[in-house]
């Protein structure tokens, strides 16, 4: 796969269109997504904002691969996603997305740094650099105290601060952020917002789900999620 900022031209680096999931299983089917459709674009943040449940985070997931709609489509850099294989998605991810989830996915044996440059490991990437990056990131969002700790016995902010750093060490043309400031107090989730949006660039589109004022003021387009469904406000 190969992708150029160019051959884009004005359309969105990321389509959602009428996407729809539902969840099957025991006596009732659960379909948090109902009916969104949503556009992003190089050099914009995009904001996903709503009531907890009403779905933000099965998209977030649907539009990183590791959720499959069961209709609608999801067109990211130009290229439709809607009969890759797995193996398609891990090396679309492994090279055009970095993800940071609600819930972060941390190898739970081994120390902060490592899980932050696990995803350098796997791209057999420049570890040397991407270790000093990190520990400079760490510095300044203030968990550099705790890189050598294994991840298990890290407070909840740590952990959120930790999953932003392995997604920021690692920036790709699309950054997916759930909640990047959550369990963080107001100083912190305001140091967050600014380095998050140090990553604004024309050649790369941040999306980010979140219930924070400050983060969502800040959004060049936001959409409201609500039972399911989209609802562009900006």
């Not at 997504?33 to 998209?59: F, N």
């Not at 107090?185 to 949006?197: F, G, P, S």
Request: net charge positive; glycine share 8%; with cysteine.
């Amino acid at each position: 796969m190969s992708y150029s900022s160019g051959s884009l031209d004005d359309s969105p680096a990321v389509i959602g269109r009428n996407i729809r999931k539902i969840f099957r299983g025991g006596r009732v089917d659960i379909e948090p997504v109902i009916d969104v459709s949503i556009e992003a674009y190089l050099g914009e943040l995009t904001i996903l904002r709503g009531p907890s449940g009403g779905g933000k985070t099965v998209i977030m997931n649907i539009l990183a691969g590791f959720v499959r709609p069961d209709d609608g489509k999801v067109i990211i850099l130009g290229k439709d996603t809607s009969k890759w294989s797995w193996n398609e998605w891990n090396r679309f991810r492994r090279d055009y997305i970095s993800y940071m989830p609600q819930r972060s996915m941390f190898i739970s044996g081994i120390k902060a740094l490592e899980n932050i440059l696990m995803p350098i490991y796997i791209r057999n990437g420049d570890i040397r650099s991407a270790k000093v990056y990190a520990i400079k990131l760490a510095k300044e969002l203030g968990v550099d105290n705790v890189l050598d700790r294994k991840i298990y016995v890290l407070s909840g902010g740590e952990k959120r601060r930790i999953s932003l750093i392995r997604c920021l060490v690692n920036p790709k043309p699309i950054m997916l952020l759930d909640e990047p400031t959550s369990n963080l107090d107001r100083e912190m989730a305001d140091k967050v917002i600014d380095k998050i949006l140090e990553y604004k660039d024309p050649d790369r589109a941040l999306i980010i789900a979140s219930h924070d004022l400050n983060l969502i003021g800040r959004g060049d387009t936001i959409y409201e999620i609500i039972d399911g469904k989209s609802f562009k406000v900006k």
